[in-house]
């Protein structure tokens, strides 16, 4: 049994920062890829940034410059900071991670955290 557990999520205006993070638990071992989609209402799955297990980060467009994803391999944890949010910054989140499993690979989800920015 995998489990994500997401906190770091909040209110907060336009400007402002947030962190998430992200702690991978259970049967998990050698994590390729961690990251973060994030979704609002009424549109698709969107991915904001992901960061493999040797450091190589990845971001949306929406979010170079203001975002910054890490992890720690040790603890099995993904970071995202969250700088100069916009009120389109407004979804909620949810961690990921892909590592392999009996058969292949296996992509597990933690169970979102919502992110409000007010202008």
């Known amino acids: 049994q995998v489990q994500l557990v997401e906190s770091g999520g909040g209110l907060v205006q336009a400007g402002g920062s947030l962190r998430l993070s992200c702690a991978a638990s259970g049967s998990i071992f050698n994590i390729n890829y961690m990251g973060w989609y994030r979704q609002d209402s009424g549109n698709s799955r969107e991915l904001v940034a992901s960061i493999t297990s040797g450091g190589r980060t990845d971001y949306a467009d929406s979010v170079k410059g203001r975002f910054t994803i890490s992890r720690d391999n040790a603890k099995n944890a993904v970071y995202l900071q969250m700088s100069s949010l916009k009120p389109e910054d407004t979804a909620v989140y949810y961690c990921?991670?892909?590592?392999?499993?009996?058969?292949?690979?296996?992509?597990?989800w933690g169970q979102g955290t919502q992110v409000t920015v007010s202008s």
């Open positions: 990921y991670c892909n590592a392999p499993k009996l058969g292949g690979f296996g992509t597990y």
